[in-house]
């Protein structure tokens, strides 16, 4: 599962570079262009950490907060053997939270900094976690379909420059393919069986759709900003290549099973081979992320919770001897 | 109290405005590294880190995070603070190694040798 840290397009270029030493800078951009990976110890750019840490710790966020909407389904999963699956998707997106927080510790910034953050609504989190799961089919198509758009993005990100992070990102993607198998074959349980069970997968697609097309973020033109970051490889690949990739591999297999996209205009235009669509509503995204979703005060409300309620056992487990030092790798 | 629809929620009793103290320095814990070796006869390989208060628990945490799956007999955790490392920094201090061939089997042409060697026997 993953969130999208988008970059910002209209985020202004000018004095990213600004006081960085031009020969470190040069060797930096030289290792990279080289394939070689960035480790935690060496140098690199000031905005080269930044982004990372924004990126890579809404990524464990995102685990974190999306266990939410599928946990809830652990006791209602109908039979013995999909909760024992359920359950072992939502322990891999909480142990994929925790590697996430790891690879962004060693770039400076605490897990107890990261959670604050969180819980106080200073960091994001993957939007599509503030809406609401109200069915079993719900999150059999979150787990088919959220998770088909993460493999997307964190196959693109595995290929980056960070050394940590890339080595989570294929830790984590190994996981997802048994989750995206789990999803198809749940969604396609419900779509071969009753007709109650096609209507119920067919109004759970209709009602993640619009935040599927959202999750990848809005268009990216190339801003010169972009242009570092995907030079950086910090950015693997623009948002709405992303969307087309996931359009193009997902779309087919939803048809195949007889449903049907809520968008009239979704089609392949053969012309250019890519998908043409309604252009998402990004009004609501931005709505949505700044808080006003569904979900978001029950989401952090129920974090903050957990950490409350936990607070006197980490409390009583310390011991005084301990020493807090950056993780290695 | 929060309405949801999730019946864990409703019955956890959890107020809307719950702010809550900022988790202190240490809160997560110090880190251990995480060795781990999938079967008798292998390498111990490092594979993360876990939070932990102690070895023990770290070891459990340590199960939890890199043995759930495929194969796994045996686990080893140190604590990041007593691992000693070399800086990449000083990484020009391996330059020289590939150089040195007379370190690899590679290095010794022996056939070259032997069948110069035969061919001014025959003649």
């Not at chain 1, 800078?25 to 690199?44: C, N, S, T, V, Y």
């Not at chain 1, 503030?130 to 719900?138: S, V």
């Not at chain 2, 809307?16 to 251990?32: F, H």
Request: overall charge neutral; glycine content about 6%; charged content about 30%.
């Amino acid at each position: 599962m993953y969130g999208n840290a988008y970059i910002d397009p209209n985020e202004k270029a000018a004095g990213i570079l600004a006081g960085e030493d031009p020969q470190k800078l040069a060797e930096f951009e030289a290792r990279i262009a080289r394939g070689e990976k960035i480790e935690p110890k060496d140098w690199m750019p000031k905005e080269y950490r930044k982004q990372l840490i924004r990126m890579i710790e809404q990524h464990a966020h995102s685990e974190i907060i999306g266990a939410l909407p599928e946990g809830t389904w652990i006791t209602r999963a109908p039979g013995f053997k999909r909760k024992l699956a359920l359950m072992a998707k939502v322990q891999d997106e909480v142990g994929h939270g925790q590697l996430l927080y790891s690879a962004a510790e060693t770039l400076g910034k605490s897990r107890e900094a990261m959670i604050n953050d969180l819980i106080t609504g200073k960091s994001k989190y993957s939007n599509v976690f503030n809406y609401p799961a109200f069915t079993w089919a719900d999150a059999c198509v979150i787990a088919w379909l959220i998770d088909a758009g993460a493999i997307i993005n964190q196959v693109a990100n595995a290929k980056g420059s960070y050394g940590p992070y890339c080595r989570a990102l294929d830790r984590i993607c190994t996981e997802e393919s048994f989750h995206l198998k789990y999803g198809h074959d749940n969604v396609v349980t419900l779509a071969t069986g009753s007709p109650v069970q096609r209507k119920m997968v067919q109004e759970a697609l209709n009602r993640w759709w619009p935040p599927i097309m959202h999750f990848f973020g809005p268009s990216d033109k190339i801003s010169n900003h972009t242009e570092i970051l995907m030079r950086w490889k910090v950015k693997m690949a623009t948002n709405d290549d992303m969307r087309q990739q996931f359009l193009n591999m997902y779309v087919p297999k939803i048809w195949d099973l007889g449903l049907t996209v809520p968008d009239v205009n979704l089609k392949k235009n053969e012309a250019t081979g890519k998908w043409d669509y309604t252009e998402p509503d990004w009004e609501e995204f931005k709505r949505v992320i700044n808080g006003d979703g569904p979900c978001n005060a029950e989401r952090l409300a129920v974090r903050r919770n957990a950490e409350e309620r936990g607070r006197w056992v980490r409390e009583a487990l310390n011991t005084t001897d301990s020493k807090y030092i950056v993780p290695l790798a | 109290m929060i309405k949801s629809l999730d019946p864990r929620v409703n019955r956890a009793e959890i107020e809307q405005e719950n702010t809550i103290a900022p988790l202190k320095e240490l809160d997560q814990w110090e880190t251990y590294e995480v060795f781990h070796q999938k079967k008798r006869g292998d390498q111990h390989m490092h594979v993360g880190i876990v939070h932990a208060p102690n070895a023990d628990m770290a070891l459990l945490f340590g199960k939890e995070q890199y043995g759930r799956r495929g194969l796994s007999v045996n686990i080893w955790v140190v604590r990041t603070r007593d691992v000693f490392t070399t800086d990449y920094d000083d990484s020009d201090i391996f330059d020289t190694v590939p150089e040195k061939q007379y370190r690899e089997a590679g290095g010794y042409k022996v056939m070259d040798k032997i069948n110069k060697y035969k061919k001014t026997v025959k003649a």
